[in-house]
């Protein structure tokens, strides 16, 4: 079994930052591309920012300029540092990954609560 760890939200400021982390473990022999989505309350799940094994990454356009993914592939880490926060970014994040062990999986994080507000 694989599992996803996310860690790091909580409550900030608008135009502070925080920094999301998500961490693989199990019986992982590769891990490809990784994932943050985010879900606002009524809204649906969408995709923030992912990364490749090699370091290829995708921005959502409303997080462009602010927000960056980078990733450990030695700890099978995703982090999501995130600046100048509005209240727009408030949401659950969640961390999604895929990759193989002995089969291919595909899993999804708990997810993490971020609240923007004064």
């Known amino acids: 079994q694989v599992q996803l760890v996310e860690s790091g939200g909580g409550l900030v400021q608008p135009g502070g930052s925080l920094r999301l982390s998500c961490v693989a473990s199990?019986?992982?022999?590769?891990?490809?591309?990784m994932y943050w989505y985010r879900q606002a309350p009524g809204k649906e799940r969408d995709l923030v920012a992912d990364i490749t094994s090699g370091g290829v990454t995708n921005y959502a356009d409303s997080v462009k300029g602010r927000f960056t993914i980078s990733r450990d592939n030695a700890k099978n880490a995703v982090y999501l540092q995130m600046d100048s926060l509005t209240p727009e970014d408030t949401a659950v994040y969640y961390c999604?990954?895929?990759?193989?062990?002995?089969?291919?999986?595909?899993?999804w994080g708990q997810g993490t609560q971020v609240t923007v507000s004064s």
């Open positions: 199990g019986n992982i022999f590769s891990v490809n591309t």
């Open positions: 999604f990954a895929e990759g193989y062990s002995a089969y291919r999986w595909r899993v």
